[in-house]
Every structure is written in C-alpha cells, then in structure tokens.
C-alpha cells in the first residue's frame, strides 16, 4: 500500500469518527434536558409544593382559631353571626397568599353535661329551645360558637397538566377547618330579659 493510500485511509476514517463522536454528543444533550425536565417537574416542584402547603395549611388553621375565639367574644350570638357574614375571615386568609375560602358556617352548639352526647346546633338568634337555657332542665350546659370553613389551598407551583388532577400538585388542595370556642356572655339583656346567647 502506498503512502499516498494509507493518508487517504486514515483520513477518512478520522472524518467518520468525528461524525460519530458528534451524534453521540447531540444525543446525550437531548437526554440531559429530558432528565432536567424530569428532575425539576417530578422532584423539586413537589418538594417546593410540600414544604409550602402544610405552612399555608398551619396558618390558615390558626387564623380560623383565633376568628371564632373573637366571635365568642361578641355580646351577642346575632352580633356574632354578622361579623361572620362580613367574611372577616376569608379576608384574612386571602391575605396570608394562596388560600381561597368558598364557604364558612357559624354555629352555636348547645351540650349538656346532663344528657352526655346529646346536643343542639343552633344557626339563628331566638331558636335555643328553653330546656337548653342556661336556667333550662338540661342544665348545666356548654355553649360553644362552632366555626367551619371550606378553603382551597394553592401549591406554590400548579403543574400545567389538565387531563390530570392531582390536589396539590395540578390543582389546589380543598380542606375544611374546624375549630370552636365557648361563647364567654352567659349573661341575660335588662331591657328583654332574653339571654344574650339566644339574641
């Protein structure tokens, strides 16, 4: 083989192997974004969505606690009633970032200590039945402003996939907070004699 035949060989074999090393180049850098991709929408947006939630939840938890313990202080189960209807605290959520509320409910529940497990769910003014009056037959008895509220709570990341539905992560997580507080005015009005936990 002459001189002249070998540099053509090995120059084309040089060529063929640049050529080679060139596609697998481009397809690692495909695999790379694809794992990125990967490593960012199944990894750390839930993670981020998982450090977020349970502080938005713990918050919005407390702001509900710290709502009915003000509506017990009103002088009134009405007066109470209507600060509940100004939807006090559904603004106080919104303000907090990532928290809707749809939906709250105030109720007066009356239990006795008498009739163990036996209660009454009271929603408007003037309908507590006399037995369940504090001078009532059932007495004594516990009356507690009970607050409930359907809320929406927003990741800090919604994933852009619609035919898929996952709270949370596609869409906001819907939760329902519970809590309570004894209604302090047990008291009765000079002027109706009514008390003030039924007006």
């Known amino acids: 083989m002459t001189k002249g035949a070998r540099f053509r060989r090995s120059a084309g074999f040089a060529r063929f192997a640049g050529l080679s090393r060139s596609a697998r180049g481009s397809y690692q850098i495909s695999e790379f974004g694809v794992a990125l ?14 450090s977020v939630l349970p502080l938005r939840w713990s918050l919005a938890k407390s702001l509900i606690g710290s709502q009915v313990h003000r509506y017990a202080q009103a002088e009134t189960f009405s007066q109470a009633l209507r600060e509940a209807a100004n939807d006090e ?5 919104q303000k907090i ?17 008498k009739l163990q497990g036996q209660r009454k769910y009271i929603n408007k003014p003037g309908t507590v039945p006399a037995d369940w009056l504090p001078e009532g037959s059932n007495a004594p008895d516990v009356y507690r402003l009970e607050l409930s509220a359907d ?10 996939l619609a035919a898929v539905k996952i709270p949370g992560l596609t869409v906001p997580l819907a939760v329902q907070f519970e809590d309570s507080a004894v209604f302090e005015n047990r008291g009765r009005d000079p002027n109706s004699g009514e008390y003030y936990l039924n007006e």
């Open 37 to 50: 991709y990967c490593l960012v929408a199944l990894v750390l947006i839930p993670l981020a969505n998982l």
């Open 89 to 93: 605290a559904g603004q106080s959520l």
């Open 97 to 113: 970032g990532g928290i809707k509320n749809k939906t709250q409910k105030l109720v007066l529940v009356v239990e006795s200590a």
């Open 151 to 160: 809320c929406e709570i927003a990741p800090l990341f919604l994933l852009p």
